[in-house]
């Protein structure tokens, strides 16, 4: 997905719903009008709500450990990028490089999995502009 202009996005709002087996978050493109709401489980908003908040838990879940691997093993996340939205669903891509800037891996995950991570790496998050122009549009047409 190297050809796809791609736009940067932040956070900008976690929806949690007590007794809900999803919540959703908000990403909106920085210095534009443009969002949209991703559904994701329950792990993935505790996780993204703790790092958001700077809460830390005794032990590392399963985001840290994942997180504590990566940079254990010499590489840090250089990005997160949403490349794909079929059927209501979004595809992400996990950037790793080292440190000499070299991209090391490009690994598929979930969206609510990268975005979590990249939070917890503070890297940057972006969509690509189909992506972005679909999902708004999609938003723009729901009741």
Known sequence: MEDQEMIDVGLTRIVLRDGADRQHIYL??????????????NGEAGEIHRVVHGEETERPLTHQLTHDSIVALGARLKQVDIVDLRRNTYF???????????????VDARPSDAIALALRARCRIRVAESVLAEATKNQDESP
């Open 28 to 41: 909106a493109e920085r210095g534009g009008a443009r969002g949209f709401p991703i559904v994701i489980g």
């Open 92 to 106: 992400a891509q996990v950037v790793l490089q080292n440190d000499a800037g070299d991209v090391l891996a490009v």
